[in-house]
């Protein structure tokens, strides 16, 4: 099975670092005003980045994510940022 993890179009990226900011793995990074997975082995391809996206340059590859998904991943983005903080 392949290991499914984020891509990142840059010419759709902004550079508005928000994926960055959401990434618990810590695997994105902001590069000359664009994002980029700087560690494919840290992303889980759990998809936290992709609600916080507003161009819809981050995108994991194969993954059809209806918009309810995006509510859900954006819920599980929050619990696991209060885990994080008690
Ligand atoms: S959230 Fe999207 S537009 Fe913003 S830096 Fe990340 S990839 Fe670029």
Same mark, same amino acid.
């Given at each position: 099975m392949k290991r499914r993890i984020i891509e990142i179009d840059e010419n759709k990226c902004? $550079? %508005? $670092?928000a994926c960055a900011a959401a990434c618990h793995e810590g695997a994105i990074a902001m590069v000359d005003g664009k994002a980029r997975l700087m560690r494919d082995d840290y %992303? &889980? $391809?759990? $998809? &936290?980045c992709l609600p916080h996206c507003p161009t819809g340059a981050a995108q994991v590859p194969n993954c059809c994510f209806h918009p309810l998904h995006l509510d859900w991943l954006q819920l599980q983005s929050f619990h696991f940022a209060q885990l994080r903080n008690t």
């Open positions: 902004n $550079g %508005c $670092g %992303c &889980d $391809g759990f $998809g &936290d």
